[in-house]
């Protein structure tokens, strides 16, 4: 399984072009005329708006217009890995993990742990988180690979803020940590509607219209079920995703911090209130990972970047250099949205029964 590359043309966002890039990843309204009600809020016409989307996606900007579902509540298990490799392995084994399905973020980091992805299994798979990690070190010849898994989610909230109207230190009121689901699995119907929903939104004035007639159901049906899933937090929202390094924001910096047991609780939630912090978990440690919070910082140069982990430090008290580590992404092997529901994942176990070979994923040219 390989990427193909896609000519992209180059666009430079206007500002018209980034407030409507805020409103898109802010997240697209559940009725017949999304675009028409984007356009209402940010005082743009429908007609521009999907031609400004258009091109966007053509300069490869917006990665993506789908329903972003939390993949746990929906059965699967799931963690981050970071993984050692000698640097003359490292491209080699980043095209066989990527190959899994089930990865769908996958980063050369600047750190000795140096291959970072996000593994998924699906629910009933016949090969479990563990073995398949073991089966993946085993195939990839990994020095070391750790799972660390979410302990207690304290944000999830990808929202770059395009207009640069944000001062980086900013923060929000505290807010609950996200809900993850009822308990109630999907049933059979349920996975019909997501399989619709986690499509590429066509960038047409009644969308959700053409993907029900395409399915032979109503459209108002097909709306209906996806703030059903809203409701029941199978979904977070249905939104954009952008590519953050198009989109001008060139650091991702993944900050990690060493907190005393007994204040995670209280440090979670301080670092989880800063806008410039998309993610915001508690993780395990192992006696070569000491760190246990982990925050992810987005911003349009290492020196912001750096700027808002100065000031979470300051907020939380965690202030000796020795205490937390910054990891930025220096490449992006494979980034895309999850695919639910896809026989991939039973054909990669069969693979994997068999031995191999195994798939690959060769990152698509920039």
């Not at 005329?33 to 209402?40: D, K, L, Y």
């Not at 291959?115 to 629910?123: G, K």
């Amino acid at each position: 399984m390989t990427t193909t590359a896609e000519r992209r043309i180059h666009h430079k966002p206007d500002d018209a072009d980034r407030e409507l890039l805020n409103a898109l990843q802010a997240g697209l309204p559940l009725v017949r005329h999304p675009f028409r009600e984007i356009g209402v809020g940010i005082g743009m016409p429908e007609d521009e708006v999907l031609s400004r989307l258009r091109v966007l996606r053509a300069a490869g900007i917006v990665r993506q217009l789908s329903a972003i579902f939390d993949t746990r509540a929906l059965g699967y298990e799931s963690s981050l890995v970071a993984a050692k490799y000698p640097e003359d392995r490292l491209f080699e084994a980043a095209a066989i993990v990527g190959g899994h399905p089930g990865v769908s973020h996958n980063y050369r980091r600047n750190h000795t742990f140096n291959l970072w992805f996000t593994l998924a299994v699906e629910p009933g798979a016949r090969l479990g988180l563990q073995e398949t990690l073991d089966i993946l070190a085993e195939a990839t010849q990994a020095e070391s690979m750790r799972m660390l898994p979410t302990l207690t989610l304290f944000k999830i909230n990808v929202q770059l803020d395009m207009t640069d109207t944000q001062d980086v230190s900013a923060k929000s009121a505290p807010t609950a940590a996200p809900v993850r689901g009822d308990g109630v699995l999907p049933t059979d119907d349920d996975k019909r509607f997501i399989c619709i929903l986690q499509r590429d939104l066509p960038a047409e004035s009644a969308p959700f219209d053409i993907w029900a007639d395409e399915a032979g159901i109503d459209p108002d049906e097909l709306l209906g079920r996806a703030q059903t899933f809203v409701d029941r937090s199978y979904m977070r929202r249905f939104a954009a995703v952008l590519n953050h390094r198009r989109a001008g924001f060139g650091a991702n910096g993944m900050a990690v911090w060493r907190v005393p047991e007994d204040r995670l609780e209280e440090i979670g939630p301080q670092m989880a209130a800063f806008r410039a912090v998309s993610h915001c978990y508690r993780r395990p440690t192992y006696p070569d990972w000491p760190y246990s919070l982990f925050t992810m910082v987005h911003a349009r140069s290492k020196e912001l970047c750096e700027e808002a982990i100065e000031a979470i430090g300051a907020e939380t008290g965690i202030t000796d250099p020795t205490d937390r580590s910054v990891l930025y992404s220096t490449y992006e092997f494979k980034k895309i949205r999850l695919v639910y529901y896809t026989p991939e994942y039973r054909e990669w176990e069969d693979i994997a029964a068999a031995g191999g070979p195994f798939p690959t994923w060769e990152p698509a040219a920039a």
